[in-house]
């Protein structure tokens, strides 16, 4: 299981899961497991301004990293944003002035929306990180979905070559190109029809019974 999830972490949505009733769902990947690694591998041990929620700060700071508090922006060597729901234009301010002097910015998504219930949705990150590189006239180091490093690391982590392995997901733009960005087949789950262009996936299921019996469960 792989999530562009920015709030949580894998032990974290493989709880929700289980409590669900998905009981295989033993292994889970989300970007706040490798966001403070790939700061690290990119930038050494950093003094990161923080706009998101607390588990986005405890994963950096776990991983050796300063976090800052926004009256300190100015000494930030890292900009990260996740899906924040106490922003407030202080905070984008100055996650937008840390990144025009040059910290680099890092998130774990772009994706803009953050579907809820009823068919409703949240800004998601990537609304968030967008303002940002509009205003600070930068462009955004992405850890998840599209990006390679999560496709890549769940492969090694089941042993796989991409070519023989699917990734099943609902998103387009997230979950079918980060999956053929890196050599997998792409499976598309759309149970309201895909009005789209079909060739975006090599396969389109509309129900989970129809993913099953593609699995030949």
């Not at 389109?204 to 019996?213: I, K, N, T």
């Amino acid at each position: 299981f792989i999530t562009n999830n920015s709030r949580a972490t894998g032990a974290d949505v493989r709880e929700r899961l289980h409590r669900l009733g998905v009981i295989s769902a033993d292994t889970v990947l989300t970007p706040l497991e490798i966001i403070g690694e790939t700061i690290a591998e990119r930038f050494g041990a950093s003094r990161v301004l923080v706009i998101g929620a607390a588990e986005l700060s405890d994963a950096i700071a776990r991983a050796g990293h300063e976090v800052l508090g926004v009256k300190d922006y100015r000494d930030a060597t890292v900009v990260a944003i996740g899906n924040d729901f106490d922003l407030s234009y202080e905070r984008l301010t100055v996650a937008a002035r840390a990144a025009a002097r040059g910290a680099p910015l890092v998130t774990p998504n772009v994706d803009p929306r953050l579907p809820i219930d009823g068919g409703e949705f949240l800004p998601g990150c990537g609304a968030i990180v967008a303002a940002v590189v509009a205003a600070a006239g930068v462009e955004p180091i992405v850890v998840g979905k599209p990006a390679p490093p999560l496709f890549e690391i769940a492969l090694r982590r089941l042993g796989l070559r991409a070519a023989d392995a699917a990734m099943v997901g609902d998103s387009v733009p997230s979950d079918m190109v980060g999956a053929r960005r890196v050599g997998m087949r792409t499976v598309l789950y759309a149970p309201d029809g895909f009005p789209g262009d079909p060739s975006v996936a090599d396969v389109v299921v509309g129900s989970f019974a129809e993913l099953a019996r593609l699995a030949g469960v």
